[in-house]
Every structure is written in C-alpha cells, then in structure tokens.
C-alpha cells in the first residue's frame, strides 16, 4: 500500500526531474510510480487514440481522452472540454501515450488550462523501439509488468 509519504517522495522526484528538464508541469513519472499513485487515487488519463487502446492495450481504470484523432492524427480540438468532464482542477492527473511525446504535450495543456497538478508518464504504455524496432521491451508500463489489458 502507498503511504502519504510514499506519495510525497514520488511527486518530490516527479518534480526534480521537471525542474531539470525544464518541463511546464509538475513532474515526469516512470511507470512504477504512476502505478503507485494511480492506487491511491491519482487519475491516469491515456491520451492515445481508440485503435490504440482497443488493439494495442489499455490500463484497467484509465480515463480515455484522445489528444490526436485517428486517422488524421490532427489534434483533438475537444481535448480539455472532454477532460473537465473527467476531472477537477484539484485532482492528480498523469497523461499516457505511447512512448510519453503525446502525453507531454497534454500535461502542458491541462497545466496551462489550469490543472495544477499534472504528470507526464515517461516511456507511455509501449515505451522505445529496440534495436530490432520493436516497442515493449526498452521501458514503458508494458515492460515494467504493471497491469493492463488487451481490447
């Protein structure tokens, strides 16, 4: 179980690394840390789009919100109206893709639309490609063994 502390030394590294990279939000998670707080209450909002999540895999209690529209892969112009209908200002929101590029760019739009608390999970669901090119076997929340599931 994640404890109060627990939480507090994720977010104080999440945040270490922001600093460091000079990110435009609260922190960068790997996915084991996005894990521990998505248990105790954090919201994970997967930013890829639905053939993603349907053939490729999803997080069990992850909040789907598209930031590119397939198949046009253009930017999803209701993407902060469609994620005020999931979640409040207040809430601990962590962004998903694919490899953590999308969801950069969705934790700094929700940040300047005003969620103040807000993280990019680095290495997404998939992670890098490998030598043979190949994704899940670099990094990613696949490759850590954290739970998902198969459309």
């Excluded at 999440?14 to 996005?34: I, K, Q």
């Excluded at 997080?59 to 253009?74: D, L, R």
């Excluded at 902060?80 to 953590?100: E, H, I, K, Y």
Aim: net charge positive; aromatic share 8%; glycine share 10%.
């Amino acid at each position: 179980m994640t404890t109060p502390a627990d939480i507090a030394a994720i977010k104080k590294t999440a945040a270490e690394r922001a600093r460091l990279s000079n990110l435009p939000y609260a922190g960068a998670l790997v996915p084991t840390e996005a894990y521990a707080l998505l248990q105790a209450g954090a919201k994970l909002v997967d930013v890829r789009t639905r053939p993603e999540l349907l053939y490729v895999g999803a997080v069990p209690g992850s909040i789907p919100v598209e930031w590119q529209i397939y198949p046009a892969n253009t930017r999803n112009p209701d993407f902060l109206a469609q994620l005020a209908q999931a979640a409040a200002p207040g809430d601990t929101l962590m962004f998903l893709c694919r490899s953590g590029v999308r969801s950069h760019y969705a934790a700094a739009a929700a940040t300047q639309a005003g969620w103040g608390d807000c993280y990019n999970v680095r290495e997404g669901f998939e992670g890098d490609k490998d030598a043979a090119q190949h994704r899940s076997t670099v990094g990613g929340w696949r490759k850590a063994g954290l739970p998902w599931v198969q459309g």
